[in-house]
């Protein structure tokens, strides 16, 4: 049996791989303490979009600055999505510029979707002819069939593989779940067998030991489980389960000093481990990272959450998509309907647009004694209102899984709600049909923004978006936006709002834009004190 260790790799997703040589150092030792035999140290990757850290790439220069102790055999993982559809041996002689028996590495996992499994096997012979252990990690198992688990074990077969593991990405297995795929995999794979399981359900430590009743003898996992989302298989738990059966010494106490000194902090920062949200993405195969995402994202609310998980349910949420999220792109491709010409309501008036940030809260009464004393129109977004709202004009939205989840708040308020009602699905539309509607279409378009009588063309489902074209459509004399603070500079939202604002500012209508709060996008600034 052997027990491969992942935190660094698996938990350098919340970090960018971003850990100390230090806290290395410490987290090695407590490995060899523990008498694990792999510790996967990080990736290796040719990619190298923004900043990340040093087990991002994991190369031999690097490692030999490590105090590795002598017990431990240390692994990288590569990404098969970097060797699909490309030129094997070119990738890989990148990769590996070494031979193994001239590198601190000696495993090599391969991460890989059932669609590419077949083309990058070769890999596995190109890996051990210089020297390497090999291994494939089959993602995403839990939906699999008898039929495939058989093929894929046959192909495997052919090459010259050390161990074959299947991941329970979705963390939706369950113990007879896991008998089961190994009875399949076995029909066709005579070799060594790994899991890597996921703590969606709280069941990756008892998913782990069972499938070591079954023959499975290579075994992952993290401390705390730190891991994507849910988490993975907690070391500290399974060491304790099996260590009477493992030969050698087992000192935990560093493990626990670690723990207690870097890996609690660091999992209240980042807040992996499950939770009811991640329970149900088990339980209906939805992919984790949703979740993560938006418990990440102020923007959405516990509400929120449910109702994103309600409809995935029925939509489909295996495979993990920015688009079915954020930009919902597809929704909105087809032809673009609506009734309404913003020009009717907002004609030759400045209109402030509110966002959520804490900044139009912290100035909320400044904000407030601006629209008495000069009555612009005033634009909120979604059911956020930062200020009273009565102040407030219209209420827009447009993304369609937000607006499910918003659906039955719309009747709080009575300020009309502009949305392209006409375009939504039969569900959102019965749910607001009791609500006072502006039906304005939208067409989603990358980089374009173009403003219709009935519809508008923006280059994403964001709401700004469909406020800013509101208000250039309408004739506004000037925009003013308040409470967008703006993001981290590496969060994708702060990338993707910044390109929004240029595509905009290009745009052949574009109005002045003004923000009267503080904010890190490239707009200009005024004081609302001042106004």
């Given at each position: 049996?052997?027990?491969?260790?992942?935190?660094?790799?698996?938990?350098?997703?919340?970090?960018?791989?971003?850990?100390?040589?230090?806290?290395?150092?410490?987290?090695?030792?407590?490995?060899?303490?523990?008498?694990?035999?792999?510790?996967?140290?990080?990736?290796?990757?040719?990619?190298?979009?923004?900043?990340?850290?040093?087990?991002?790439?994991?190369?031999?220069?690097?490692?030999?600055?490590?105090?590795?102790?002598?017990?431990?055999?240390?692994?990288?993982?590569?990404?098969?999505?970097?060797?699909?559809?490309?030129?094997?041996?070119?990738?890989?002689?990148?990769?590996?510029?070494?031979?193994?028996?001239?590198?601190?590495?000696?495993?090599?996992?391969?991460?890989?979707?059932?669609?590419?499994?077949?083309?990058?096997?070769?890999?596995?012979?190109?890996?051990?002819?210089?020297?390497?252990?090999?291994?494939?990690?089959?993602?995403?198992?839990?939906?699999?069939?008898?039929?495939?688990?058989?093929?894929?074990?046959?192909?495997?077969?052919?090459?010259?593989?050390?161990?074959?593991?299947?991941?329970?990405?979705?963390?939706?297995?369950?113990?007879?779940?896991?008998?089961?795929?190994?009875?399949?995999?076995?029909?066709?794979?005579?070799?060594?067998?790994?899991?890597?399981?996921?703590?969606?359900?709280?069941?990756?430590?008892?998913?782990?030991?069972?499938?070591?009743?079954?023959?499975?003898?290579?075994?992952?996992?993290?401390?705390?489980?730190?891991?994507?989302?849910?988490?993975?298989?907690?070391?500290?738990?399974?060491?304790?389960?099996?260590?009477?059966?493992?030969?050698?010494?087992?000192?935990?106490?560093?493990?626990?000093?670690?723990?207690?000194?870097?890996?609690?902090?660091?999992?209240?920062?980042?807040?992996?481990?499950?939770?009811?949200?991640?329970?149900?993405?088990?339980?209906?195969?939805?992919?984790?990272?949703?979740?993560?995402?938006?418990?990440?994202?102020?923007?959405?609310?516990?509400?929120?959450?449910?109702?994103?998980?309600?409809?995935?349910?029925?939509?489909?949420?295996?495979?993990?998509?920015?688009?079915?999220?954020?930009?919902?792109?597809?929704?909105?491709?087809?032809?673009?309907?609506?009734?309404?010409?913003?020009?009717?309501f907002i004609d030759n008036r400045e209109v402030l647009i509110l966002g959520a940030g804490p900044q139009a809260h912290d100035h909320a009464k400044a904000i407030e004694r601006y629209i008495q004393k000069n009555n612009p129109l005033v634009i909120g977004l979604n059911t956020k209102s930062p200020i009273d709202p009565k102040h407030i004009d219209l209420r827009v939205a447009?993304?369609?899984?937000?607006?499910?989840?918003?659906?039955?708040?719309?009747?709080?308020?009575?300020?009309?709600?502009?949305?392209?009602?006409?375009?939504?699905?039969?569900?959102?539309?019965?749910?607001?049909?009791?609500?006072?509607?502006?039906?304005?279409?939208?067409?989603?378009?990358?980089?374009?923004?173009?403003?219709?009588?009935?519809?508008?063309?923006?280059?994403?489902?964001?709401?700004?978006?469909?406020?800013?074209?509101?208000?250039?459509?309408?004739?506004?004399?000037?925009?003013?936006?308040?409470?967008?603070?703006?993001?981290?500079?590496?969060?994708?939202?702060?990338?993707?709002?910044?390109?929004?604002?240029?595509?905009?500012?290009?745009?052949?209508?574009?109005?002045?834009?003004?923000?009267?709060?503080?904010?890190?996008?490239?707009?200009?600034?005024?004081?609302?004190?001042?106004?």
């Amino acid at each position: 049996m052997k027990i491969l260790d992942c935190t660094l790799r698996d938990g350098g997703y919340y970090n960018n791989w971003n850990f100390s040589n230090e806290l290395i150092d410490k987290y090695l030792l407590a490995m060899s303490e523990i008498d694990i035999d792999i510790v996967e140290i990080g990736m290796r990757t040719l990619n190298n979009d923004g900043f990340k850290g040093a087990t991002a790439f994991t190369k031999d220069d690097y490692l030999e600055t490590l105090n590795i102790p002598s017990n431990l055999t240390i692994g990288v993982m590569i990404n098969a999505s970097e060797l699909y559809k490309s030129n094997i041996d070119e990738v890989l002689k990148k990769l590996f510029p070494r031979n193994a028996n001239k590198s601190k590495v000696s495993l090599v996992r391969v991460a890989c979707h059932f669609h590419e499994f077949i083309y990058v096997l070769p890999a596995a012979k190109w890996l051990k002819d210089r020297g390497y252990q090999v291994g494939f990690n089959i993602m995403q198992a839990s939906d699999r069939t008898e039929e495939e688990f058989e093929l894929l074990g046959k192909e495997a077969n052919k090459w010259p593989l050390d161990v074959l593991y299947f991941a329970d990405s979705m963390g939706s297995l369950v113990p007879e779940n896991i008998e089961e795929i190994i009875s399949w995999i076995r029909k066709g794979w005579n070799g060594n067998i790994g899991i890597h399981a996921h703590d969606n359900m709280h069941k990756a430590v008892q998913n782990t030991l069972t499938a070591t009743q079954y023959g499975v003898n290579w075994l992952d996992a993290t401390i705390t489980g730190m891991g994507r989302g849910p988490g993975n298989t907690q070391i500290e738990y399974l060491i304790t389960e099996l260590y009477e059966q493992r030969e050698g010494s087992c000192n935990i106490v560093p493990l626990m000093e670690l723990i207690e000194e870097t890996f609690l902090p660091m999992q209240q920062k980042y807040g992996w481990g499950t939770n009811v949200y991640y329970y149900l993405t088990g339980k209906h195969g939805i992919h984790p990272t949703f979740i993560q995402n938006m418990l990440n994202d102020t923007r959405y609310s516990s509400e929120d959450i449910f109702a994103v998980i309600n409809q995935l349910k029925v939509e489909g949420g295996k495979k993990f998509s920015f688009d079915l999220l954020n930009n919902a792109r597809d929704f909105y491709k087809h032809k673009a309907i609506g009734k309404w010409d913003p020009k009717e309501f907002i004609d030759n008036r400045e209109v402030l647009i509110l966002g959520a940030g804490p900044q139009a809260h912290d100035h909320a009464k400044a904000i407030e004694r601006y629209i008495q004393k000069n009555n612009p129109l005033v634009i909120g977004l979604n059911t956020k209102s930062p200020i009273d709202p009565k102040h407030i004009d219209l209420r827009v939205a447009s993304h369609p899984i937000r607006l499910l989840a918003d659906c039955s708040h719309y009747s709080d308020f009575s300020q009309p709600l502009v949305l392209p009602l006409s375009m939504l699905p039969g569900d959102i539309m019965n749910k607001l049909k009791d609500n006072y509607i502006f039906d304005y279409g939208i067409n989603i378009q990358v980089n374009t923004f173009k403003f219709h009588e009935n519809y508008c063309v923006i280059p994403s489902p964001l709401v700004i978006a469909y406020a800013l074209a509101i208000a250039t459509r309408g004739g506004a004399t000037n925009i003013l936006l308040a409470g967008f603070d703006g993001y981290g500079a590496d969060d994708p939202r702060t990338i993707e709002m910044e390109h929004l604002i240029e595509t905009y500012v290009a745009s052949d209508e574009v109005i002045p834009l003004v923000s009267v709060t503080q904010t890190t996008y490239n707009i200009p600034t005024k004081s609302i004190y001042a106004m």
